[in-house]
T-cell receptor, first 117, second 114 residues
């Protein structure tokens, strides 16, 4: 099973450049998420989506944009990259609310390491 | 907003011994879910164990078990018969029953000594 797949795994960006992190899941999950993990820290939610066409901000949305045109895909766009965006980014998915602990378990991709220089 | 606290930045255990990782959380909700994730050096987030708040029975998964104390808002992870492959960062996480966010603690780095 592929699960949640993110690309690229590694990327170096120059300050001011833009890029898109791709994410796709094959588990037919309604909910998808983007988290970032700074060194030595836990994960913080950037954006999430509860279904195609619906997105909402998380804890740290500034400098990012998302879209959700299909159930499977949830790309994250970084506009005008800044050194503060150097982090590991995780895409994740789950079934959603009201589906018990199994449905509320979030499954993660392998992470994308981004460095902004 | 809910917060999750892991008070032990680092822990160490001898191979084959038992270790307990602490987690406390702050919430005013009565229904929620709690999770432990393992993050090895590869950085992948791997689900270890999960618990529904309304269930009093502690969850177990092979060598991993939790001690869930709802009144104390505590959710500790016990690893029995520790193995070298258990060495990783461990994150405690809280998910509300009614919204979409999952809150993570700062993590505990577990070292397993041969």
């Amino acid at each position: 099973n592929a699960g949640v797949t993110q690309t690229p795994k590694f990327r170096i960006l120059k300050i001011g450049q833009s890029m898109t992190l791709q994410c796709t899941q094959d588990m037919n999950h309604n909910y998808m998420y983007w988290y970032r993990q700074d060194p030595g820290m836990g994960l913080k939610l950037i954006y999430y989506s509860v279904g195609a066409g619906i997105t909402d901000k998380g804890e740290v949305p500034n400098g990012y944009n998302v879209s959700r045109s299909t159930t499977e895909d949830f790309p994250l766009r970084l506009e005008l990259a800044a050194p503060s965006q150097t982090s590991v980014y995780f895409c994740a998915s789950s079934y959603g609310l009201g589906t018990g602990v199994s449905g509320n378990t979030i499954y993660f991709g392998e992470g994308s390491w981004l460095t902004v220089v | 907003a809910q917060t999750v606290t892991q008070s032990q930045p680092e822990m160490s255990v001898q191979e084959a011994e038992t270790v307990t990782l602490s987690c406390t959380y702050d919430t005013s909700e009565s229904d929620y879910y709690l999770f432990w994730y393992k993050q090895p050096p590869s950085r992948q987030m791997i689900l270890v164990i999960r618990q529904e708040a309304y269930k009093q029975q502690n969850a177990t998964e092979n060598r991993f078990s939790v001690n869930f104390q709802k009144a104390a808002k505590s959710f500790s992870l016990k690893i029995s018969d520790s193995q070298l492959g258990d060495a990783a960062m461990y994150f405690c996480a809280y998910r509300s029953y009614n919204n979409n966010d999952m809150r993570f603690g700062a993590g505990t780095r577990l070292t397993v000594k041969p």
